[in-house]
Structures are given as structure tokens and as C-alpha cells.
């Protein structure tokens, strides 16, 4: 199993501009969900999902959009890339139980300039 | 408004002694409650949870206490490591929200010492 999976690993865009940050699993997992993480503020939940067709807003919802047609896929799209979104984000997956907690990603980091 | 908080950013310890990272929280809805270990360059990886009906669960050199009514919980980890060094996030979810949706902390930076 490659377990969770993000693409690009680095990536820089210019303000204004579209991109779509890649997130793929293969354990079968219904929760799906993305985190950005800022430095002195943790881990902050984006948009997540409980299963295909699914989703839901997080804690910082604004400047981003998801869908999940797939129990695979949940692919985070970043409508017009600001500077304050400049971070690193985390895709994480689970199971309907709670007891193992979320597999995460290694992460994407974005700058935008 | 931080509801999960860790407020020693950083921890240093020698090999063979114990650590202790703390968190509190202040949301009384949150009923299930995880650790989570990070190091640099890759994603968080869970460690150990407990339920908040109970109030220790161990899990080897790592045991996590909660203390509902201090709404405080902590990690100890037994002895200490040099491979323990890392950033430890204390996370917690709600009654009605699901181990996809989690409010962490801002993260402990623990350095084992030799």
C-alpha cells in the first residue's frame, strides 16, 4: 500500500493564479480531509469529507474548494492563490473508527508570491 | 480562539528520562482525544488516543493521561529516546464529528538529549 499520497511535493505560484493540489489514498478509507499548517498555529482543518460525494467546510474554508468523486481521490483546488495562503498542506485519511486516528500524507509545501 | 493548546513550544529531555508534554483544551465537547509525532519534511503520524471515558491508556513506552474535569491531558513517554525527537501535536474531535475532523494544537518540539 503507498497509503496516502500528495503531488506535487513543491510548488511556487504568483498571486492570482489556479492550481490544484493533488490527494490520493489506497486503503479504501470513507474520511478523507485537508489541513494547512502555519508555523505557531498547528494544524487547521480546511475542507473534509465522509465519503464520495461528500463534503464538508473546516475551520478555514475560505479561498479553497473540494469535491470527492472518488473514495480514492480529494483533490484541493486553490481558486486564486493569495500570499496568505502560502503554507503546508496536509491530506489525511481514516476509516470509520476513530480508535487508529487519520494516515496523513508527507505534505505539499506552496509559496505564493 | 485556540480550543486545543500547547503551551510549552519546546522541550528538552536526556535519553532515559521521562517526557512530558501537556494540553489543554476548553471546547467540553470534545470527547476523543489523540497524540500525534512530526518530523520535518514529512506528515503527522498518530501515536496514541484515548476516549474520555477513560482516564490513562498506555501503549507502550507512551501513555496518555486526561483529567476531564482540569480538561487537560497529557503524554508521557517512558524512557526517553534520541529517535523521540520530534514535534508532537495533541489533537482532539467532538460528539459529533469523527476522527476527520480534528482541532490540534500548535505542537510541542521534543529534543532527547544523550
Known amino acids: 500500500n503507498a497509503g496516502v499520497t500528495q503531488t506535487p511535493k513543491f510548488q511556487v505560484l504568483k498571486t492570482g493564479q489556479s492550481m490544484t493540489l493533488q490527494c490520493a489514498q489506497d486503503?479504501?478509507?470513507?474520511?478523507m480531509s485537508w489541513y494547512r499548517q502555519d508555523p505557531g498555529m498547528g494544524l487547521r482543518l480546511i475542507h473534509y469529507s465522509v465519503g464520495a460525494g461528500i463534503t464538508d467546510q473546516g475551520e478555514v474554508p475560505n479561498g479553497y474548494n473540494v469535491s470527492r468523486s472518488t473514495t480514492e481521490d480529494f483533490p484541493l483546488r486553490l481558486l486564486s492563490a493569495a500570499p496568505s495562503q502560502t503554507s503546508v498542506y496536509f491530506c489525511?485519511?481514516?476509516?470509520?473508527?476513530?480508535?487508529?486516528?487519520?494516515?496523513f500524507g508527507p505534505g505539499t509545501r506552496l509559496t505564493v508570491l | 480562539d485556540q480550543q486545543v493548546k500547547q503551551n510549552s513550544p519546546s522541550l528538552s529531555v536526556q535519553e532515559g528520562r521521562i517526557s512530558i508534554l501537556n494540553c489543554d483544551y476548553t471546547n467540553s465537547m470534545f470527547d476523543y482525544f489523540l497524540w500525534y509525532k512530526k518530523y520535518p519534511a514529512e506528515g503527522p503520524t498518530f501515536l496514541i488516543s484515548i476516549s474520555s471515558i477513560k482516564d490513562k491508556n498506555e501503549d507502550g513506552r507512551f501513555t496518555v493521561f486526561l483529567n476531564k474535569s482540569a480538561k487537560h491531558l497529557s503524554l508521557h513517554i517512558v524512557p526517553s529516546q534520541p529517535g523521540d525527537s520530534a514535534v508532537y501535536f495533541c489533537a482532539a474531535s467532538g460528539f459529533t464529528g469523527t476522527a476527520s475532523k480534528l482541532t490540534f494544537g500548535t505542537g510541542t518540539r521534543l529534543q532527547v538529549t544523550l
Open positions: 486503503m479504501n478509507h470513507e474520511y
Open positions: 489525511a485519511s481514516s476509516d470509520s473508527g476513530r480508535v487508529g486516528g487519520q494516515f
